[in-house]
């Protein structure tokens, strides 16, 4: 598959629009990955992309051609569902072999093909038994390897991993990561994970109520976020706000006050109009603690002590206002101590009323 373009694509169900107007191209070999909360759009368009569903207006291109109109079996594309949909009553090879059956396919090609998937996906031994057999990981292994099997363009995965415990979670990413590299196969992920999407994904495009907020590389989106939604949604802990308005100028900073009465300075594009209503972002990795002389010194007090040993999550509490801090190792707090953060400037994100980025 050389590309897949989405041109202005719109889906309403009756009365209800849930994707409006969204364009997007997907580069051949491309492991896209699209998050966004619960009800935002991720799973239906990836629907509209596999053509289970049929978009009100707009249009799908894959190599070029046109096939909205294309039914899902003759786009050459494989889904990956959350549940595994696979047969009870037949063994994992049955499994693999029934859609290349119900196609035609030689029997020696579909003996090589199980052959092979088998194999990449380490389910040799398991060939033999049925669904109810295997684990939770097994089991999503075969239902990759359906789709493996049948060659197709590209595949796609919605909340695949969703299913699994935390630590098999893990171990399933790396798994996926791999199956891309070898097949170096195009794949378009929806998660509502933003872990899963970061570690996984060339470019994340994020949703946010049938609309993308911003389309770009992991850390693009990490280092800058588009708006206020973005820098919230994607980072663990979750981006840091304070609000503020704007006292100043200086240089190339803007100097502005928290509501708890704080000055800080901010880097920014532009100059901003004194008085203007401002977020000010800070991720919880990037607090430091202060020492007594510091510029951007905050005085916060300690609500929570999380101890997750190669790391510290403190929780603080500024003029009403609760801060997040992560701190590499294990550190000597505890609930109630008073805590001097510093807030480097360089680092600082500035949102706008609205929500939009200014810095």
Do not use: W
């Not at 992560?326 to 505890?334: D, E, L, Y």
């Amino acid at each position: 598959m050389s590309g897949l373009e989405l041109r202005n694509i719109v889906k309403n169900f009756g009365a209800v629009e849930v994707i409006r107007d969204v364009s997007l191209a997907v580069n051949d070999g491309e492991f896209i990955a699209f998050v966004g909360p619960s009800g935002c759009g991720k799973s239906t368009l990836l629907r509209l992309i596999a053509g289970l569903d049929k978009p009100t207006g707009g249009s799908i291109a894959i190599d070029g051609a046109d096939v909205t109109a294309i039914g899902a079996a003759d786009r050459g594309l494989a889904m990956v569902f959350q549940s595994y949909a696979l047969y009870p009553h037949m063994s994992v090879r049955e499994n693999l072999a029934f859609g290349l059956e119900n196609t035609k396919v030689a029997k020696a090609e579909i003996e090589a093909r199980i052959t092979d998937a088998a194999r990449m996906l380490e389910i040799e031994p398991f060939l033999q038994r049925r669904p109810g057999q295997l684990s939770g990981g097994q089991r999503q292994r075969v239902a990759i390897g359906r789709a493996i099997v049948r060659r197709p363009d590209a595949f796609l995965l919605d909340e695949p991993l969703s299913n699994l415990d935390a630590e098999l979670r893990v171990s399933m990413r790396a798994e996926l990561a791999a199956l891309h590299a070898r097949l170096k196969a195009t794949m378009i992920y929806v998660t509502h994970d933003q872990v899963e999407a970061m570690t996984l994904a060339n470019r994340i495009v994020v949703l946010r109520g049938g609309r993308i907020e911003q389309v770009g590389t992991p850390l693009e989106l990490y280092n800058k976020p588009a708006n206020r939604f973005v820098a919230g949604f994607i980072g663990a802990p979750h981006m840091n706000f304070l609000e503020a308005s704007i006292v100043g100028h200086e240089g190339g900073f803007v100097q502005v006050e928290t509501v708890g009465g704080h000055r800080l300075s901010v880097l920014a594009r532009e100059a901003r109009p004194v008085g203007e209503r401002v977020s000010i972002g800070i991720r919880p990795q990037h607090i430091s603690l202060a020492d007594s002389a510091a510029a951007g010194r905050l005085d916060t007090r300690i609500t929570l002590v999380e101890e997750l040993g190669s790391e510290t999550v403190v929780h603080t509490e500024a003029a009403g206002k609760k801060l997040i801090a992560v701190f590499a190792g294990q550190q000597k707090m505890k609930s109630g101590d008073s805590l001097p953060l510093h807030l480097d400037p360089e680092v600082l994100h500035l949102f706008g009323e609205e929500g939009r980025r200014l810095s």
